[in-house]
């Protein structure tokens, strides 16, 4: 008969037995070491500078396949707004070289660069079906034309400036505007206009003075200085008085309104002269 | 005694620890096997708090879920004879029951039945401080017993108040709350040899366990073989194991009296190896199979293949008749059951109330021991098996497992010990100041 083998297990297979009915053991044999075992060697393989940057590699290169299928590009620029120099202006300021991916397309980058035109008031940039890239532009709609010291220049409502003008000639629908500041200040300057309306045909230009308040200039050099605030309101006592005597139609250089309390007008010389004439010839039939 | 006082109620800790974790191992380190049980607490629907002395952590329900049992190695008499065996006994014994509950267990609760146990009877009285009996009170009336002189090399195993008495009432159970003037107490003191407990807890501790209880197997028999009634009204319960049979007495469910005789069913496998010139292993499956102590005309024709391995034919092939064999069974069987009949004799127990014994343990089993006790031992013999406990495999009921599930109701239902106590505090340096307190008290 065989000798039998001791049913005894030894200390250390008794303490492994042990150890292995220990749940925190075995929870961390179950979680602990294979996370333990993947970082080890995920960190023992990414120590070495040139895999890692061969991986980069690999996933670039994936990326540029992915961006470069066919459904992914654009390949023309459709630019919708009203007039052909902006049109024009669009494509020569979006630096975009077609055919590209529309993951390298910044949209916002590039509707911001449309809106740095002067012309465009608000720009919308977006990728359409058929790789087609839409810039839809809102123009600007220029009301005056401001003269400065270096040239013309066409001005919205808000007196954003729109484009540089060759000549008064070109636009003579716009009125015009003058001095410095008075781009600021389109807005005040459209409403005297409107309320000068009785004398648009004698009326030549708005001057702003100072960057305060406004001249209006007439034909005949005539001048309408108007106050700082409530101008409209002036401009329109200008234009009750006018229609009530027929004011600006007498020889006179100036009506003088800064002081809304205390209207002053002056007289050309002559007209200086007549009046002088006139009194002293009533004064001396009245003394006779 | 501080020391052991000290000892015992950190073994009281760990069993509460291993309560509050859940699990605790059960382990009966017998002459012929050690059996490992494995414990898991759980509910504690049946909370008694305040009530009664006992229901340590309010743990009471458990249920076995782990179960092994191996032949033990290096065990003689119940007591390890040699360390390394007894120790791959009990690491084999409780692997298999942690494989088996799937549980690491940390805490092992032990019984011993060598140790040559020696029962004291220690009484005690103190004036009550107060009109109330207190816990203290009950403390000092522990503490005022006066401990006989239990030898050298001897160490206290148990150490259980059975009795007290106030004033002129005995027999009380619990006597905090009740009124009275004078605590008497009467303890039963068990002592057991020192160098067989720390054999036993040296091997524990190579087993990397914690032990959490000490018991003698004796007692815990005498939990799980008699029922309420025996405890009651008194009876002895006889745990008749491989090397050594254990006795304990139990009167008011209280053990007043605990022995064991170093003679058991091992001793009467080796007549049978000696008287048949076999193997032990022979002999003991030939009294397994075929022994008894009672013959009858039958068993004269009843041949029993001896076997063996010898090589030698003639050897091998002998034959012996049943009545052979019971002639040497008995007379070994009747020389323990009269041992035990002297100790019991010496112990007073013929006059207890009733005077039930029960005969337990894996010898018990001979076929006709019911016929051969009550000849030696008087009337109102039984065979107790243990009782039954929730989860305990078939295969661990029999009445070799006795005390294997009387140290789980043990570990359940301790006995309450002197050490649950607290020291009086008369010991410590405040005794000086308290007394002078006391003195101011009495005369103003």
């Avoid at chain 1, 359409?128 to 010291?149: D, I, Q, S, Y």
């Avoid at chain 1, 040239?151 to 954003?160: C, F, I, P, R, T």
Wanted: glycine share 8%; charged share 25%; with cysteine.
């Amino acid at each position: 008969m065989r000798p039998m083998k001791d049913p005894a297990p030894s200390r250390m297979a008794y303490r492994m037995n042990r150890l292995m009915l220990t749940p925190r053991f075995r929870l961390f044999l179950r979680y602990g070491l294979p996370v333990l075992l993947i970082v080890a060697g995920v960190s023992i393989w990414a120590s070495d500078e040139a895999r890692r940057d061969a991986l980069a590699e690999r996933v670039a290169e994936l990326r540029r396949q992915v961006e470069e299928r066919p459904e992914f590009m654009v390949r023309m620029m459709v630019v919708e707004t009203g007039s052909p120099e902006i049109e024009a202006e669009v494509r020569d300021i979006l630096p975009v070289d077609f055919p590209v991916s529309s993951f390298d397309l910044e949209l916002d980058t590039l509707r911001e660069a449309v809106e740095e035109i002067d012309a465009v008031a608000s720009a919308s940039v977006q990728i359409r079906g058929g790789g087609v890239l839409a810039v839809t532009v809102v123009e600007r709609v220029p009301v005056a034309v401001w003269r400065r010291a270096t040239g013309l220049v066409l001005v919205d409502a808000e007196g954003h400036r729109v484009q540089p003008l060759d000549a008064r000639a070109d636009r003579l629908d716009l009125p015009l505007i003058l001095g410095a500041g008075a781009g600021a200040e389109v807005a005040e300057a459209l409403e005297i206009i409107e309320a000068a309306a009785p004398v648009t045909e004698r009326f030549r230009a708005l001057r702003r003075m100072g960057e305060r308040r406004w001249d209006v200039l007439l034909d005949r050099d005539q001048i309408i200085m108007l106050p700082e605030d409530d101008a409209v309101t002036a401009m329109k006592r200008v234009m009750a008085l006018d229609h009530a005597q027929d004011l600006l139609a007498r020889d006179i250089v100036a009506i003088d309104f800064r002081n809304p309390r205390r209207p002053v007008l002056r007289l050309s010389d002559a007209a200086m002269q007549e009046n002088l004439t006139t009194r002293t010839r009533v004064y001396e039939a009245v003394v006779e | 005694m501080t020391d052991l006082y000290e000892s015992q109620r950190a073994m009281r800790a760990m069993r509460r620890a291993a309560i509050q974790r859940g699990v605790v191992a059960i382990l009966d380190v017998g002459t012929s096997k050690v059996a490992c049980l494995i414990l898991r607490f759980d509910g504690t629907e049946h909370v008694l708090a305040g009530d009664g002395i006992g229901a340590m952590a309010g743990q009471t329900k458990f249920r076995v879920i782990g179960a092994a049992t191996t032949r033990s190695r290096g065990v003689e008499l119940g007591e390890s004879c040699a360390i390394q065996e007894t120790e791959r006994a009990i690491r084999t014994a409780v692997q298999a029951a942690q494989k088996m509950a799937n549980v690491r267990v940390d805490h092992v609760i032990a019984c011993l039945s060598g140790g040559q146990p020696r029962s004291y009877g220690l009484a005690g009285t103190v004036l009550v401080d107060g009109d109330v009996v207190r816990e203290h009170d009950v403390a000092r009336a522990l503490a005022s017993c006066e401990v006989p002189d239990i030898g050298p090399g001897r160490e206290v195993l148990h150490a259980q108040p059975v009795n007290f008495a106030l004033d002129h009432r005995s027999g009380l159970i619990d006597p905090r709350g009740q009124i009275g003037q004078r605590l008497a107490c009467d303890m039963h003191m068990l002592t057991a040899d020192t160098a067989v407990l720390e054999n036993l807890i040296y091997c524990l501790k190579r087993c990397d366990l914690e032990l959490a209880g000490l018991a003698s197997s004796a007692y815990v028999s005498g939990m799980s073989a008699l029922v309420e009634d025996e405890q009651e009204l008194g009876a002895a319960c006889i745990d008749m194991g491989g090397g050594t049979t254990g006795l304990s007495i139990f009167i008011k469910k209280h053990m007043i009296y605990a022995d064991a005789v170093r003679l058991g069913g091992d001793h009467v496998t080796q007549d049978i190896s000696k008287g048949l010139q076999v193997s032990m292993s022979v002999a003991e499956r030939i009294k397994t199979f075929h022994g008894g102590v009672v013959a009858t005309g039958m068993d004269d024709r009843d041949l029993i293949e001896v076997g063996g391995e010898t090589g030698d034919w003639e050897h091998d092939r002998r034959t012996v008749s049943r009545a052979e064999l019971i002639g040497i069974m008995r007379p070994r069987v009747e020389e323990i059951l009269e041992e035990v009949r002297a100790r019991l004799d010496a112990a007073g127990f013929e006059y207890l109330p009733s005077q039930q014994i029960v005969l337990t343990g894996g010898a018990s089993q001979i076929p006709g021991l019911d016929g051969l006790a009550p000849k030696i031992l008087g009337q109102g013999v039984r065979i107790g098996r243990p009782l039954r406990v929730q989860g305990l495999p078939q295969a661990t009921t029999g009445a070799a497992f006795a005390s294997a599930v009387g140290l789980c109701l043990f570990a359940a239902h301790p006995q309450d010990e002197w050490w649950d106590f607290e020291m009086p505090i008369d010991h410590g340096a405040a005794r000086s100041f308290k007394r002078a307190v006391r003195w101011f008290r009495d005369n103003w």
